[in-house]
Structures are given as structure tokens and as C-alpha cells.
């Protein structure tokens, strides 16, 4: 028996309203997602959420209903869980694009992460199941908004390196200052490395210690003459 929110035929597949609402209902939630990952500015952001959400639901949809026409009672069988797995197999192709390693820090696999869960929440809109959908969405918002929060309030081992770049003018002599001013933080340095391009010179400085990493970004930045300062933690991935 046919819901009556559906339109079908006989020997026709089904669709209908209830349908385009699951449809919408990933559309919603992968937006969302994808909202939060825009206002972060990263590579994947609004519209590529949007569309694994909504390409997922759509895969899941066909499986479930886009087969009843060629379907036989003991003869053709339909098995919806087969959809649902090439979509696990095709994000993880998507997720690695996003992925890369820039010299000893790996970047991206957060936003990958969110990726293969709005493809799941997706994958659980179009198969009729809008309370996980919901669920999931939630639990991804509490990860994302809360954990970020929490994890720079848990203590530090003093043997975690962190890697902080600062940029500043060339000829300026600063480099004896920010070594100073990272040692007097807390912090010992393991290695520095400086790069000189186009009048400005790139110091790079592994350290570790006890301190927030942000605080000394901080002291850093407020020293005169100097450009830039970013955090890389080469055992983290991007937030």
C-alpha cells in the first residue's frame, strides 16, 4: 500500500511529497554544517556541504524507490545498504582532495571529517530517518562549537611542540627580540628556521612548554614591526 503522499503507477517508480521533504530535510541540515564551515573560512564551506548532503539523500532516494519498476517477487531483489556503501567509498575520494600536508603540519582533516558526516546525515534524511538526521547535526554542532572551546582549556604535556611562523620587515634585527620573547613565555625552542622573500623574513620556531601556545602568539603579535604571526600544530589539523 502506497502512502498517500506519493505518486506512483503501476510499474512506475515512486515519488511525491514525501520524497522531496527528505530531500529538503538534508538539504536544511547539511547547510547548516556547511554554514559553520564557511564563517571559518575553509576550502570546503557552504556549497560543497550543501551538495554531499543533498547528493547523498538523493543516492539513498534512488536506491530506495527508484528500482520498484523492475522489481519481481522472488527474482529481483532490492538491496538499499548497497547505495549506501559506495557513498562511504566515494566521500573518502572527495575527503582525501581536501587533505594536504604542507612541510611537517597536515591540514584539512577536520573539514574532511565534516564532510563524511554530512554525508551520512544526508544518507539518513533520504532514507527516511529525520530524527538521527537531526541528531547527528546536533552532535556535530556541539563538536564543532563546544570541543574547539574545551580542547585549548586542557592542560599541555611540556614535551607537545607546537610550530609558530612570524613574519616581519627585513633588516629590522628582530630576531634576537621574538627569541626572547618566546623564552621568556615558558617555552624552549627545538629548532628555528628564517626565509627571506620579498623584503620580509618568515622565522619559524619549533618549541614546547607548559604554556598556552595562543598566549605566546599573543606577546608575539603585540611586538613592534612584526607582520604576521600563525600558530601550526604539526600533530593537529585544521579547526
Known sequence: MIDA???????????????????????????????????KQKSAGL???TLVGVGAAL??????????????????????????AQIVSGIGFL??????????????????ASIWVTAA???????GLPILAVVGTAIYG???????????????????????????????GMLRQLLSITT???????????????????LMMHVHGRSSPHDLISRLVDSAGVDNVRLDDPNAVDD
Open 5 to 39: 503522499s506519493t505518486t506512483a503507477t503501476a510499474g512506475s517508480n515512486i515519488e511525491g511529497w514525501q520524497q522531496i521533504g527528505e530531500l529538503a530535510l538534508a538539504f536544511g541540515l547539511s547547510a547548516v554544517i556547511g554554514l559553520e564551515r564557511e564563517i
Open 47 to 49: 556549497r560543497t556541504h
Open 59 to 84: 543516492f539513498m532516494l534512488v536506491s530506495k524507490y527508484g528500482f520498484t519498476d523492475v522489481l519481481e517477487a522472488n527474482r529481483v531483489i532490492l538491496d538499499p545498504s548497497r547505495m549506501a
Open 95 to 112: 575527503g582525501a582532495g581536501i587533505i594536504f600536508v604542507r612541510q611537517d603540519s597536515v591540514r584539512g582533516l577536520t573539514t574532511a
Open 121 to 127: 546525515i544526508g544518507a539518513a534524511a533520504g532514507a
Open 142 to 172: 556541539l563538536v564543532a562549537l563546544a570541543f574547539t572551546a574545551v580542547s585549548h582549556r586542557l592542560p599541555r604535556s611540556s614535551y607537545a611542540e607546537s610550530v609558530v611562523r612570524v613574519r616581519y620587515p627585513d633588516g629590522k
Open 184 to 202: 621568556a613565555s615558558g617555552f624552549a625552542i627545538d629548532e628555528t628556521t628564517t626565509k627571506v622573500e620579498d623584503g620580509s623574513v618568515e
